[in-house]
């Protein structure tokens, strides 16, 4: 499985189909951890021909959170309680929204920080406008 999703491949692939429109989807977005990739991504994805772009947050539905949380503490433990107040700082204190229409967005000082990385790197690599930010 692995093998079929190597980036490498794709972006192989979106270069010699360049008739093709293909867009990149940042996600998630996990902050302190892969945050920082961002505008790699970007690039890598406009030079191989991208024509759009949009991200997603990292969100926690249902038993997902527990999931994580044991994941990042045993794989990232002298970070893992920064990354879980960032991610609480996304979502108005909590790990999930639920209600429909607020659920994939983010509000708070990181989430925008976020988003305005994103729209800026996105307006230099000439992007689209009409890109989403979830």
Not at 112 to 119: A, D, E, G, L, P
Request: hydrophobic share 40%.
């Amino acid at each position: 499985l692995a093998n079929k999703l190597e980036p490498s491949k794709r972006l192989n692939t979106l270069r010699a189909k360049a008739k093709i429109k293909c867009g990149v989807l940042v996600a998630p977005v996990i902050p302190d951890l892969n945050d920082h990739e961002l505008e790699k991504i970007l690039q890598i994805n406009r030079n191989a021909g991208a024509s759009n772009a949009s991200y997603i947050l990292l969100r926690f539905p249902l038993e997902v959170a527990n999931i994580f949380k044991e994941w990042l503490e045993l794989y990232y433990p002298d970070r893992a309680k920064h990354v879980i107040k960032l991610m609480f700082s996304t979502r108005k204190g909590n790990f999930y929204q639920s209600e429909c229409g607020t659920r994939m967005y983010r509000t708070g000082e990181y989430a925008n920080v976020i988003r305005n990385r994103f729209k800026l790197v996105c307006r230099r690599l000439g992007y689209p406008r009409n890109f989403r930010t979830l």
